[in-house]
């Protein structure tokens, strides 16, 4: 996709600090890095999101982010990796190509995780059991998606009608 910053790069159109690549896959310093050694890594193919993605694809995208993250982790000396994903707008992605942050994280620092910036909700059993019963039953539907040519505007207003949350 030529307007896609990162697909730029793996062109080599736009340089990056690479510190990892290989068939399917390259890591490369975040210019905006969470802690020394932030590296983001993205499959060379465009793929918006990690749903949009074949299983196959996904699966050696986490190839390359295990590799990553030993390499960040012993080149950083720290104690620790957060590993994060976001998908969509809603959840922060700011480029609309897959990547991974994989962020060394070190002992005197915080907060902690995801845990320590998102507040909690309390959530009472019986709604539990209701957002569990719609995820399994959204299993089979959600993991053949990429392949359904059904349009968006029909799939929101199908998961609007099972399940719906206020915050």
Do not use: W
């Amino acid at each position: 996709m030529q307007d896609c910053l990162f697909c730029q790069i793996v062109a080599g159109k736009i340089q990056a600090k690479k510190v990892y690549e290989d068939d399917h896959s390259i890591g490369f310093l975040d210019i905006n890095p969470r802690n020394p050694g932030h590296t983001l890594v993205i499959p060379k193919k465009h793929f918006e999101t990690i749903l949009d993605m074949p299983e196959k694809e996904a699966g050696k995208l986490f190839e390359s982010v295990q590799k990553v993250a030993a390499m960040v982790k012993t080149g950083t000396n720290s104690q620790g990796i957060s590993i994060g994903q976001s998908n969509g707008q809603a959840a922060g992605q700011v480029v609309r190509h897959v990547h991974v942050h994989v962020i060394p994280r070190f002992a005197n620092e915080g907060p902690v995780g995801l845990e320590g910036i998102l507040p909690s909700k309390k959530i009472d059993d019986l709604s539990m059991d209701k957002i569990a019963a719609s995820i399994k039953s959204a299993s089979a539907h959600a993991h053949h998606a990429h392949k359904e040519e059904e349009p968006k505007s029909e799939k929101k207003s199908k998961k609007s009608e099972d399940i719906s949350f206020e915050f």
